[in-house]
């Protein structure tokens, strides 16, 4: 794998570690524009598929334009190995259903999860993404989605971040075409884009399972496509030379480019596609930097030596690829397309030939001289590159040398005896294989390789070992690139090298990993002349490891005894054992006496890796075994040498943090050592002493700074100690007030024979007391409660109120890297019976351990002093810091300095040597002494000269005068400070919110704009057997980590630089003052050495017109008043500005000193520190000032904290609960699962006051919303303590089979909060309690996040609550909107029989809020019919729409155009369907009606909702005209409206506005000119019809009369 670029290529299983579970969630909003198979509108559904998961959403029937599902769904419990993560998708597929044929696909879209994980808050919110199918460029619809995902130990989003939505603004919604749905699929424009991935080929392809040759086909996935290459057969190597084109139009919400590698399966055999390997490029790199043509080598495993490598991974553990399966060549470019170029559909198009990258011959040679640690009978020695292999000629077995003999020999010419120690150490059973130069010679491999670094396979290393019965077996490995190998020189053997081996998953046990001494070189050809390798004798070095101590220890350290062994070239040493410590420190230096070859002493030797290992240390019956808990291997080759003077090269000991690993197969971090390395001959032993260890006094590291590795400073430690909560019961019979002991390590060894009465630690107790020094028992104030609890999965947890201080002298080393820590241990008391005591100290209830490292006193940082001001030197002071807490983070294994880093260590030494040198060899020559020159003013233009007026009269110096000249750094400029951030007033996106939001936990908020958090007395986990654990830890809440957790302790300290002196202890001798008390014998000092004149500064400059503060400022720099001012003395003081303080002009200079240090108007320059610059200068850095005011005095402490002002008897608490959203799942349990869980809220303050809201239980949903306030009196401190839990309902026959299950809880210090001056500063502002995104933990699932709950607490006096109301918070009311409609004209309607239409509009509005249908108004309202319209009609027609209930997830309305017929159905002309969510959603935001005035829509075909084209228009083109309405629109409230009464139709009441019927269309004429008939055709008869007709009248009329 590259890990240089954003893009790789990796095997399938690379470095698989165990499977994780990963969170998604996602909601689907709606969809658009749905692109059918037929045209016409269809029943649409979403299919969601992730990680082998699948979701279907409900059916909708009848819709394309607009499509609205709000349906949610999350899957907790997604397992993937990380290796997937890096390529798992999401996908939503859109389907048409069809009954009776296969479902129609209309399009897809999919999302990364990686790069949903990446989002701010893990979410993409509301996206609208396009729908596009396998082949096609256009887009087939539109989804809007919102979806989040979250990895192991994450927090899940709020139902803000979830739910939110940008608001539109009143001018986008005037025009109302942009409401308008359907028309055009086509996604929102952006920059179009081709991605071509170029498959040239594969080759060396290794064998699949069976030993058949593999089936080779490449897949290119992005942006929901998906190519594949032509798929070769049974082939090792294959030209492919296709290029993957995906087209992709921005923006683009991945980002990855997903290259797979895969074996074709067989149908016949009935086995699946395998992947070979998967590659990851960034498309945003490759968008930048287009890709050149390179091969990607392939890693993985033999399946003969490693059968399941998923079945290692689930233990937990992972191991590293080990055997090369291929290379595959490919490149990739991104090209944007131009004005008028099409995208082209997804697929494989026929590359340009293979750019093929430049090779070069390489020739790869190796010497082997030695193996070292492989068990077997025989051994072998295998060179690998690539797929090309050559192995050591013969098998050979192990050799006769002794090491041991050869270390005694050396030794017995020795002549300083380095005692016992000396002698004492173990013979590692190291078998050892040695190659004679026959043997160990290895074929040239003659091979072409890329010139490109990234191309070239890397070199390994196989060592194999094979028995009498046993096979040929690999049992280590070692993976090198090729630029770590020089260049093979002829003539010049290069020097050999151990190379240790990782050691294959069966043989992690061995107690010594193995190692290879060889030369490995490379040259152009393989026929060069072959030296003969170096001839190297063995020597007697010294390998020196300064172990220092460990930490972080994963075992049960109390039934431990922990010791760590150094192992090299088969000598071992090992520390004593320290039993029962949880951070064992040794400061030792082990010197191991070792055999190392080495062709010449001055030159280092051919170094053997270090083993370093812990274990523990066990004895039973007198017979010890050790177990190794973890392990290591080092590498190290800096020898000390002599420079050309003769002189020792400097050396500087750096010791590290290396994790070591242990586990099954090596891979799981177990401890953390800091360790250091020395190497050095071993006759120049005496003459180069091991560095001591110990940290020692300042003095004594002051007379040779080179012999120690550290001295110790003078502080103290300033405790402290607010009290204890939530103590756990020990069971213990003396379990009652419990004593609490606060120790500091020592660093310092402990005398020999004084083990015993010696004591390890700087130690302060502490015991609960019923009432505060000096106070009343009667006086309740004076009273310190205790109180029990129910908490940490036990009922009657104690609490205790401590408030007592204390401080200690302690001496601390000054590198942090040895992380200082200070314990707070407690205890039970001891047992006691009759009055014996038995045991100084009872039962552990639990120790919290806290690092000193990052609280060392600012003074203690490189170049920090007490001469500047804290300002100047805080930025210093800040990097000193993070320097130490980098000095302590550990690191994966050790790493020697280069050569380059040493030399830049170690210039200034260097050169601080040289120049030594040069003094020491000028003081052997004498040269006469050059004169210098002297230089004044007189050189300088008259105009420039300083002006003194005093000196003369006409404004320019008297010859002789000095020439001052000061360097300028910076010429003609103002160095100035960017402006702070500036936040506006907090947009409130719903109503009900209570201000600023905090993600995450108020306590542990970085948002300082927002919340900085000063909850200085936060409850620390008191924990067994554990070292260092970090507070501000937003994802480790120990609250919930039962069984691990037995309570907390309240407190705060600091460290100040110098001893302080208890306050029985006060007036001790001088030299153990505390800073601070200096400042006084600083200043009188100062003033009283008046000998030394100091020359004055030109800047300095006193003019007429300055005032006193300005001349008498300019007078220096000289003198500093450490206590209070720093006012500078220089050159000799002139009359005016001496007159104006009262001086003489011949006064002394002290004297003008005093005077001026003592005048009232003189105020601090900004040359020195102020009194508040020196406290915080010699104390911790970023102690809080007014936290340094009251916490380490009982009396102010006491003020603070039992005050009835500040802590008044009872409190009112009110808690505002918002929303939440659960990551629980669905539940299949026992007879009646559900969908989705039904959460309700508990919560309990202390023990006494438990509140259950079961009866407001949220059915059926994972993103409840409460708003809920509850309010309740409480007293501090007893119930302070707030725990939230969330449960899912159960019924009394699902509990019963179910069980009530905990979904989550989050626990909030209520008393913190109280006390906290940003809190109550916000308390005081209206509304500006931050809101807190809470995870909710659960317990029971070892504290894993179940999601969060938006919510805030206030407080305040009980007294005064009924004058402050709670903050407004309620549910966004269900606030009801209307809509109306007054439709004006239809124009340009198409005639529907050619020459009229007898035209009508429905409107249907499609809203699941819409409450308006029992008041009468239908959803669907059709208009009157205007008869015989030729194109135009007339409606003057309302349409209303009342109570539409917000919040509304979605609103459209369909405005469908019709030919009404009165005989038979009315026939679909046209329709036009609107989104009316934005303005019901700023009328609900505003309160502000929305008028459209004219607003002029097209009808278009294929947007009849439920409707279909039908009649002549039923074959309508997409182009064609079908008309126009043209309405007026009104959106507002239903309280406003309800004042504005109006019928639907031209009903009454008949204003706002008042419409008149129109009379087109609507006469007689009209109706029955819509009635089509005519009388048949008569013929000839038509003639004598009216002549028939008139004699019929006549004789009618005459049989009237009586004629007939």
């Known amino acids: 794998q590259d890990s240089d670029r954003t893009w790789g290529l990796q095997g399938k299983s690379a470095h698989v570690v165990a499977m994780q579970k990963y969170v998604v969630g996602f909601e689907i909003a709606d969809a658009r524009n749905l692109t059918t198979e037929d045209g016409l509108p269809c029943d649409p559904f979403v299919v969601v598929d992730c990680c082998s998961k699948t979701y279907k959403t409900a059916q909708k029937e009848q819709k394309a334009m607009f499509v609205a599902w709000n349906e949610d769904n999350i899957w907790p419990d997604v397992e993937l190995y990380p290796e997937e993560f890096e390529s798992a998708y999401i996908e939503f597929s859109v389907y048409a259903r069809n009954w009776f044929t296969r479902n129609y696909l209309i399009g897809k879209a999919s999302l990364q999860l990686k790069s949903v994980n990446a989002r701010a808050g893990h979410v993409y919110n509301k996206k609208t993404m396009p729908l596009r199918k396998e082949g096609m460029t256009a887009p087939t619809g539109q989804i809007t989605l919102t979806v989040f995902c979250l990895q192991p130990g994450e927090s899940a989003p709020n139902k803000s971040e979830v739910a939110g939505e940008t608001g539109e603004t009143a001018e986008d919604l005037e025009d109302l075409n942009k409401a308008v ?139 590293k690829p080990n055997c090369f399966k291929g290379k595959l060549l490919i490149s990739g470019r991104v090209q944007r397309l131009g004005p008028g170029e099409d995208m082209m559909p997804a697929g494989i198009t026929a590359s340009r030939s293979a750019p093929e990258p430049r090779n070069m011959q390489l020739a790869l040679l190796a010497d082997v001289y030695e193996v070292c640690g492989a068990v077997g009978r025989e051994c072998q020695v295998q060179l690998a590159f690539g797929s090309s292999t050559k192995e050591t000629k013969d098998w050979v077995s192990p050799g006769s040398t002794d090491k041991i003999s050869a270390i005694q020999a050396h030794g017995q010419n020795a002549e300083e005896d380095y005692g016992e120690e000396d002698k004492q150490f173990e013979v590692e059973e190291v078998t050892t294989f040695s190659f004679t130069q026959a043997q160990g010679r290895i074929e040239p491999i003659l091979t072409m390789v890329p010139e490109e670094a990234g191309s070239q396979p890397q070199v390994m290393v196989n060592v194999f070992t094979r028995g009498v019965l046993s096979g040929k077996v690999r049992v280590g490995y070692q993976m090198r690139k090729l630029e770590t190998f020089r260049k093979y020189e002829p003539g010049i053997p290069a020097r050999p090298r151990y190379i240790p081996l990782d050691p294959m998953p069966f043989n992690m046990n061995a107690r010594t990993p193995g190692s290879v001494l060889m030369v490995i070189e490379h040259f152009t050809t393989d026929d060069v002349p072959r030296h003969n390798r170096r001839t190297v004798k063995p020597m007697v070095y010294i390998v020196r490891a300064y172990v220092f101590m460990a930490r972080n220890i994963k075992i049960d350290t109390a039934r431990a005894s922990p010791a760590l062994r150094v192992a090299c070239a088969g000598i071992s040493k090992s520390t004593e054992c320290h039993p029962g410590e949880v951070r064992p420190m040794w400061m030792k230096p082990l010197e191991l006496k070792v055999t190392l070859c080495s062709d010449h002493p001055k030159e280092p030797p051919t170094m053997e890796p270090i083993t370093v290992t812990l274990y523990d240390s066990r004895t039973m019956l007198g017979i010890r075994s050790d177990v190794d808990i973890a392990k290591t291997v080092c590498t190290y080759e800096y020898m000390r040498t002599k420079d050309n003077m003769g002189k020792w090269e400097p050396y500087k000991l750096q010791p590290q943090w290396i994790q070591l690993f242990g586990g099954t197969y090596g891979s799981i971090a177990m401890a953390e050592v800091l360790i250091g390395f020395e190497l050095l001959h071993s006759k120049w032993r005496a003459e ?27 502080a103290t430690l300033h405790f402290c100690l607010y009290g204890l909560r939530d103590l756990v019961p020990t069971g ?66 104690r609490n205790f109120e401590i408030f007592q201080v204390q401080k200690i002298q302690v001496l601390l080393p000054d590198k ?365 850095y970023g102690f809080n000032d007014d936290l340094d005011k009251y916490a380490f005095d009982t009396k102010q402490l006491t003020r603070m904290f039992k005050n009835k002002d500040r802590v008044p008897s009872r409190i009112r608490v009110r808690i505002y609960f918002v929303k939440a959203i659960c990551i629980f799942g669905k539940q299949d349990e026992g007879f009646f699962g559900k969908a989705f869980i039904d959460p309700y809220l508990s919560y309990r303050l202390g023990s006494s006051v438990l509140v259950s809201m079961r009866n407001m239980t949220q059915f059926n949903t994972n993103t409840p919303s409460f708003y809920r306030v509850e309010e309740r009196d409480i007293v501090m401190p007893n119930e302070s303590r707030l725990q939230v839990d969330m449960f899912d309902y159960q019924d009394a026959f699902g509990e019963t089979i179910n069980g009530e299950k905990l979904i989550g809880s989050t626990v909030i210090d209520l008393e913190d909060r109280w006390h906290s001056k940003n809190w109550k500063d916000c308390m005081d502002r209206k509304q500006q309690i931050p809101t807190e995104n809470r995870p909710l933990l659960n317990p029971h699932l070892d504290g894993q996040n179940c999601g969060s709950i938006e919510m805030w607490v206030e407080m305040l006096e009980s007294v005064s609550a009924s004058d402050k109301k709670p903050s407004l918070l309620q549910q966004p009311p269900a606030m009801e909107i209307e809509i109306r409609l007054v439709i004006r004209t239809c124009k340009n309607v198409k005639l529907w029989d050619g020459t009229k239409t007898d035209v009508k509009v429905v409107t249907e509005l499609d809203c699941k809020e819409y409450e308006g249908a029992s008041m009468g108004f239908p959803t669907v309202q059709p208009t ?181």
Not at 1052 to 1065: I, M, R, Y
Not at 1538 to 1553: H, S, T, W
């Open 1424 to 1604: 009157d019919v205007h008869y015989g319209s030729t194109g135009p009609a007339i409606f003057n027609w309302r349409v209303v729409f009342p109570r539409i209930v917000m919040p509304t997830q979605s609103c459209t309305m369909d405005m469908k155009l019709y030919q009404a017929n009165s005989l038979s159905a009315d026939e679909f002309i046209g329709a036009v369907t609107i989104d009316l969510r934005k303005y019901v959603d700023m009328v609900a935001r505003t309160m502000d009606m929305i008028y459209i005035e004219k607003a002029d829509l097209k009808f278009t075909a294929g947007s009849g909702g439920d409707e279909g084209a039908g009649g002549d228009g039923g074959d309508n083109a997409g182009d064609e005209e079908l008309g126009q309405v043209q309405f007026e629109m009104w959106v507002m409230a239903q309280n406003e409206a309800n004042q504005k009464r109006c019928g639907k139709a031209r009903e009454e009441p008949n204003d706002y506005p008042q419409l008149v019927t129109p009379s087109e269309g609507r006469g007689w004429g009209d109706v029955l000119g819509g009635f089509s008939f005519s009388l048949p055709d008569f013929g000839l008869m038509k003639k004598l019809i009216p002549l028939i007709l008139f004699t019929l009248l006549c004789l009618v009329g005459l049989r009237y009369v009586g004629l007939l």
């Open 688 to 714: 180069l002493p091991a560095i001591q260890m110990w940290p020692v006094s300042e003095e004594e590291y002051a007379h040779n700074p080179k012999k120690y590795f550290s001295k110790l400073r003078k």
């Open 816 to 1180: 942090e890297i040895l992380q200082p820590f200070i314990a707070i241990r407690v205890m039970e008391q001891p047992m006691e019976l009759m009055g014996f005591k038995f045991g100084d100290e009872g039962t552990l209830i639990g120790e919290s351990r806290q690092s000193l490292n990052k609280l060392y006193p600012c003074t203690w940082y490189d170049g920090v002093t007490l001469d500047y001001t804290y300002a100047h030197q805080e930025r210093r002071i800040d990097r000193g810091v993070h320097k130490a807490i980098n000095a302590c983070q550990a690191k994966k294994q050790f790493v020697e300095e280069t050569e380059e880093e040493r030399n830049e260590a170690l210039k200034s030494e260097r050169e601080q040597r040289r120049k030594d040198q040069e003094e020491f060899m000028k003081q052997l020559i004498s040269v006469e002494e050059e004169k210098a020159e002297k230089i004044d003013s007189l050189g300088m233009p008259l105009e420039l000269r300083p002006y003194k007026k005093i000196y003369n009269e006409d404004g320019y110096r008297q010859p002789r005068e000095k020439l001052d000249i000061r360097e300028e750094h910076r010429l003609n400029m103002e160095e100035l400070r960017n402006f702070s951030t500036r936040y506006g007033e907090v947009s409130h996106r719903e109503e009900g919110a209570a201000g600023p939001n905090v993600r995450g936990k108020l306590e542990n908020s970085v948002q300082e704009h927002v919340f900085e958090p000063d909850f200085w007395f936060r409850s620390a986990p008191l924990l067994r057997n554990s070292d260092i654990v970090e507070l501000n830890d937003d994802l480790m809440d120990w609250n919930f980590r039962f069984g691990k957790t037995f309570g907390f302790v309240k407190c705060t300290f600091k460290l100040t630089d110098g001893w302080e002196h208890p306050p029985e202890e006060e007036g001790g001798p001088d030299e153990e003052q505390a800073a601070v008390e200096d400042n006084t014998q600083a200043k009188e000092a100062l003033v009283a050495d008046g000998g030394g004149a100091v020359e004055a500064s030109p800047s300095n400059a006193i003019h007429p017109e300055d005032g006193v503060v300005e001349k008498v400022a300019a007078v220096g720099a000289a003198v500093a008043d450490v206590g209070h001012a720093v006012v500078g003395v220089a050159g000799k003081l002139f009359g005016e500005a001496m007159a104006e303080i009262g001086l003489a002009a011949d006064e002394p200079e002290a004297a003008v000193a005093k005077k001026v240090l003592d005048s009232d108007n003189i105020e601090a320059t900004p040359l020195g520190p102020s009194p508040e610059d020196i406290a915080k200068l010699i104390r911790s």
């Open 732 to 797: 213990s019979f003396s379990e009652g007030e419990p004593s609490i002991n606060v120790r500091v390590k020592k660093f310092e060894k402990t005398p020999e024979g004084k083990e015993e009465k010696h004591n390890k630690y700087y130690s302060m107790n502490f015991s609960y007391k019923s009432l505060v020094d000096g106070g009343a028992p009667d006086n309740k104030d004076d009273q310190l409660h205790k109180w029990r609890t129910d908490a940490l999965g036990h009922t009657g947890c």
């Open 181 to 319: 749905l359907g028309g055009s699929a086509q996604a929102d424009e952006g920059k179009p884009y081709h991605v071509f991935i170029n498959i040239f080929r594969a080759e060396n392809l290794a064998k699949v399972a069976g030993g058949y040759n593999p089936n080779p086909f490449v897949t290119v996935e992005f942006s929901g496509a998906c190519v594949r290459t032509t798929a070769a057969s049974d082939v090792e190597q294959y030209t492919w030379n296709e290029c993957a084109r995906i087209p992709v139009q921005t923006p683009v919400y991945e980002d990855t480019i997903l290259i797979k590698l895969w074996s074709g399966g067989s149908a016949l055999t009935m086995t699946p596609d395998s992947l070979l390997a998967q590659g990851l490029i960034s498309f945003s790199e490759l968008r930048n930097n287009s890709l050149p043509a390179r091969w990607f080598c392939l890693y993985g495993w033999d399946a003969d030596e490693i059968a399941d490598v998923k079945q290692i991974s689930k233990s937990g553990e992972n191991i």
